[in-house]
């Protein structure tokens, strides 16, 4: 399926899903019975089942029916692995996740770019990670909270979906352990804050310039602004797009945890290192 009427189907079902299926946990998404629709491999979504199975973020699922679709709704709370994030100087964004399919969908989109490794700074509970294995990317991650790496490596070991780990700072991480070539980079963090963690990772990878090929970075934006925002372009990205000099090769609305509450989705811009 093309991925632009995947992401308009996605976000209609989330639509419905918020309307149809009311909840008090603050942490809710929904992900299709495997065989009862053909929007997404049968196979991958049996392994992102499985990975929120695994997850101890979820507590609670649900058979629910969104526009005559099977789907499961798996409920939890983000509440202990926020506070414990929050504890670090250099996390500049606070652990909350997006949806398990959006997650999906955006490996989808490296995928289809012709990347061949994912590398995300702040990895979160890996979901990013474990998409990109099950399609068959070379994924690794680096996560600054503890609990959230023990949290990764839990649902790899359980799930057998292997992915790279590593605990530590994106700020000061040597960057000559990954592989720089065909690799999309994810700065997991909203801009004006996020900020400060692409302008390290973009000084960091003009030390490598040798070894870059092909290499992309993609950007949580924002449809939403604060009264005195700095940048009110590309979601909140343009100048530091402007800046590094970098290519917009896609862009993509998602559902995520941070706009639950909102008509308009968490924007995701990849772009493209110009060598």
């Known amino acids: 399926m093309d991925l632009n009427c995947l992401v308009k189907i996605l976000v209609n079902l989330k639509n419905e899903y918020l309307e149809e299926f009311h909840s008090y946990n603050p942490i809710r998404e929904f992900v299709p019975v495997p065989n009862k629709q053909n ?20 507590y609670k699922e649900q058979a629910v ?17 926020w506070l414990s994030s929050k504890k670090y100087d250099t996390n500049y964004q606070p652990f909350l996740p997006t949806w398990g399919l959006s997650a999906l969908v955006m490996c989808l989109a490296v995928k289809n770019l012709g990347f061949q490794n994912i590398l995300d700074m702040g990895s979160g509970d890996g979901r990013l990670l474990y998409c990109g294995s099950i399609l068959g990317l070379d994924s690794a991650g680096v996560e600054i909270d503890k609990d959230l790496c023990e949290l990764q490596n839990e649902i790899s070991t359980c799930s057998n979906v292997k992915y790279h780990v590593i605990h530590g700072d994106s700020n000061s991480i040597d960057y000559s352990q990954f592989n720089l070539e065909n690799t999309m980079i994810f700065i997991s963090a909203l801009p004006e804050l996020g900020e400060m963690i692409a302008y390290v ?21 924002s449809h939403t602004y604060r009264k005195y925002s700095r940048d009110k372009s590309m979601y909140g990205w343009g100048k530091f797009i402007a800046d590094s000099e970098l290519k917009v090769l896609a862009s993509l609305s998602l559902p995520s945890s941070w706009t639950l509450d909102e008509k308009k989705e968490t924007p995701y811009l990849f772009t493209l290192l110009k060598n």
């Open 39 to 58: 929007m997404i491999d049968k196979s991958h979504l049996e392994k992102l089942h499985t990975f929120f199975k695994h997850n101890s973020i979820y």
């Open 65 to 81: 029916t969104l526009s005559d679709i099977p789907c499961t709704s798996y409920e939890g709370d983000v509440n202990q692995f």
């Open 201 to 221: 990772v973009l000084n960091q990878l003009k030390m490598y310039r040798g070894k870059l090929h092909n290499v992309g970075i993609t950007l949580m934006g």
